[in-house]
């Protein structure tokens, strides 16, 4: 099968287009209109804006943006903390590229590194791990972050840390966890989803089944969705579908790739490692009970948080950013007050601006039929 | 390859195997002329006798016209990469640059800054790389200059090239020409270079058959300005199309529209983009130009390319509108619209 051809098929999705534009006309009155469905996932929002899929789509149905970006709902006291590390003498500190752009209360990770401090881009945290095989003179620290799609590979870095002894490598873990998260979403009061797209590389290791209770609970339905256009095309004709015949189910488009069970050893190794936090902070959504791990006492020796003496400040979100609102749904980046003006890519305020599979920076960069282009202009020559 | 410069590649790298620059080299003593007699003067045919303070050049002859002058430095990690080296991208560069504002390049200088600790036989590998490149081009260099720093205060080779060419009379490109209705012709596939030097930095754990795609692009240029009516041309380089046609837009205050499914992009460059969430429109190019042409030319101009190797696989991208000045709209694979912005900083990789 070719992905590239195949799930990049416009002729198809303006053939799925039209499928929903006849299927949304059956959907019961009691719906409000527009139809919300919220993509958890930051990868799918990418795809959405890379392809303009939100213009394809009939008026009646609109993406709202989630949480799922890893790198947009870091708080900004983390990463003081991950500057603060950075910034000693005998610290390599090693992070995924599009964490090093995500302001802090003073400067980013790529500041630090202009300062001085030795601050490396890995693509996977054995790069990190090599490192310190390398330099056994140097502290090298990993900032982990992430959902459940980049813990395993942490979760094995720490266990392989431990059986060969190296135990000048630490890990900052910032893993997330993308349940509770949408339970929290779920649970707050300005929220009015009629459906999910559900993440897709999550769901590879978490599976199906942890989905239940937002149908079981919350009477919504929620797709596991690849992240080809497609997907995300044939995972909205689904959505619609189950509102049509009234039912609320956990369903799977990226079976392909998601067992209904997970990954078995990748659940071994990140159950192994972490433990649930009692609570974690996240940009624009406050804290949030249960949603972060944190390494277990057994390979404390590997944790940077007992290593390092950190400042572990909290740091308030700007007043004017409407960070927390657009995270939500309730309020669409450019209505944001910054979006454009004081908040660009250039000069980020808000994390969502931050990365590319923020909800900000993607409207920003790849525009929207949502904002005409001269909306666009002018809000950002202001 | 020319047998000439090859064979004097090999007999220098067995003369100074195993040797390597030091702050000797940069001294302007014995070391240094050492170098630049033995190994650069050779390699790029400045044999005609004693070195001067600089490269005195004839001009009579080019007849009616401007001159056009232009440089650039080069700095690229690795030195060497499948397809190419820094030596052949500080030729082609500057060659296109110079080739891209209509003129014909004669000829370029060379400066180096070299690490203290590079391998001499490294150093003759890209000295010869910009010889043939220089022939491959049709021009000479004529003047240089050699500098070593200490170790750790470069990455091993630094250059530095300016070079000189003519623009014949009545040769006019630039983006004040662009106007409304013009066409948008792409010379080639894009992101071979920026693909090929990621993979090349082995941090990836990612194999590929990837090569650069530097190489000159004054006879495309040519053959071009002889089909028909061209407006302006830019080689599409570090930034990619996105910078370039950004860059058509805001200095002609008008828009530009791209048609993404006309934009040829190789299958093994989608998929590497897709590992790594980078977007191909802003990966560095070096062998590959944007170019802004009258409707009625487009045809003739695109036969003109395909005719040509290096421009073998053109295609006609996108046109020039008076709608949305200034800014770039991508009209997707999908039908769907996208506004295509300058790039932030660097492009790093997503993480999921």
Request: net charge negative.
């Amino acid at each position: 099968m070719d992905i590239v051809r195949d799930f990049r098929d416009g002729a198809q999705a303006q053939k799925i287009a039209r499928a929903i534009g006849e299927l949304v006309k059956q959907v019961p009155d009691s719906h409000r209109r527009p139809l919300q469905f919220m993509e958890v996932c930051g990868g799918h929002t990418h795809s959405i804006f890379r392809y303009g899929l939100n213009q394809l789509l009939p008026d009646e149905i609109e993406f709202v943006h989630g949480p799922g970006c890893p790198v947009c709902v870091l708080p900004m006291g983390v990463v003081d903390d991950c500057v603060s590390m950075a910034e000693r003498d005998n610290v390599i500190f090693t992070t995924f590229g599009d964490a090093m752009r995500v302001p802090g209360s003073e400067k980013s990770l790529l500041q630090a590194k202009a300062d001085g401090a030795d601050v490396r881009m890995v693509y996977s945290p054995l790069d990190a791990l090599k490192l310190a095989q390398q330099n056994p003179d140097k502290e090298v620290v990993f900032f982990g972050l992430g959902f459940e799609t980049t813990m395993p590979s942490t979760a094995l870095t720490v266990q392989k840390a431990a059986q060969m002894g190296i135990n000048n490598f630490s890990l900052f873990c910032n893993h997330i966890t993308i349940i509770p998260t949408i339970k929290a979403m779920l649970d707050s009061p300005d929220m009015q989803l009629d459906g999910f797209i559900g993440p897709g590389h999550v769901s590879m290791i978490i599976g199906t089944r942890p989905y239940r209770f937002i149908a079981e609970d919350y009477k919504r339905p929620l797709v596991v969705a690849g992240f080809e256009p497609l997907d995300i095309m044939q995972s909205v004709y689904m959505l619609v579908k189950q509102l049509v015949e009234g039912r609320a189910e956990i369903e799977n488009q990226y079976n392909r790739i998601v067992p209904e069970a997970g990954n078995r050893h990748a659940l071994m190794a990140i159950n192994d490692v972490f433990e649930l936090r009692p609570y974690f902070e996240w940009r624009g959504l406050g804290s949030i009970d249960h949603s972060g791990v944190q390494m277990r006492e057994k390979y404390a020796q590997w944790d940077a948080e007992k290593k390092f003496d950190l400042p572990r400040r909290k740091i308030a979100d700007p007043d004017a950013a409407q960070c927390g609102e657009v995270v939500k749904g309730v309020l669409k980046p450019h209505q944001c007050k910054l979006f454009g003006t004081a908040c660009t890519p250039e000069t980020p305020i808000g994390a969502l601006m931050v990365s590319s599979e923020g909800a900000c920076a993607a409207y920003y960069n790849y525009g929207s039929v949502q904002i005409p282009v001269s909306e666009v202009t002018r809000s950002r020559t202001i | 390859m020319n047998q000439t410069v090859e064979q004097c590649r090999k007999a220098l790298q067995q003369q100074w195997a195993g040797q390597r620059i030091h702050l000797g080299h940069g001294a302007g003593g014995k070391q240094m002329d050492e170098l630049i007699s033995g190994v650069i003067a050779p390699l790029f045919g400045m044999t005609g006798g004693p070195l001067e303070d600089a490269a005195r050049l004839d001009v009579a002859g080019l007849g009616p016209g401007r001159l056009a002058m232009t440089t650039d430095g080069y700095v690229v990690t690795p030195l060497q990469f499948p397809g190419a080296s820094i030596g052949h991208l500080a030729v082609n560069g500057t060659v296109n640059d110079l080739a891209v504002s209509g003129a014909q390049p004669l000829y370029l200088s060379c400066s180096l800054i070299m690490e203290e600790g590079l391998a001499i036989e490294t150093l003759i590998d890209i000295l010869a790389d910009m010889a043939q490149a220089a022939q491959q081009a049709g021009v000479q260099i004529v003047t240089g200059d050699t500098k070593v720093v200490e170790r750790g205060h470069a990455d091993g080779l630094f250059i530095t090239t300016a070079g000189v060419g003519w623009i014949a009379q009545g040769v006019d490109l630039g983006i004040h020409r662009i106007q409304p209705g013009d066409r948008l012709l792409l010379s080639g596939p894009l992101g071979e270079h920026g693909a090929a030097i990621l993979i090349a930095r082995g941090e990836l754990a990612l194999e590929s058959d990837l090569h650069s795609d530097c190489q000159p692009l004054h006879g495309l240029v040519k053959a071009m300005l002889d089909a028909g009516e061209v407006h302006a041309i830019r080689d599409v380089t570090r930034g990619g199309l996105g910078s370039v046609a950004n860059e058509f837009a805001q200095g002609s205050n008008l828009g530009i529209v791209l048609d993404e499914a006309a934009i040829p992009v190789p299958e093994e460059v989608h998929g590497f983009c897709d590992v790594l969430g980078l977007d191909v429109l802003y990966l560095a190019n070096e062998g590959k130009l944007l170019a802004a042409v009258a409707a009625d030319a487009a045809d003739a101009i695109l036969a003109a390319m395909r005719a040509r190797p290096e421009g073998e696989q053109a295609a006609v991208i996108g046109e020039v509108v008076e709608d949305h000045a200034g800014r770039v709209v991508v009209r997707t694979t999908f039908g769907s619209h996208r506004i295509l912005d300058k790039l932030v900083g660097e492009q790093l990789p997503r993480i999921c």
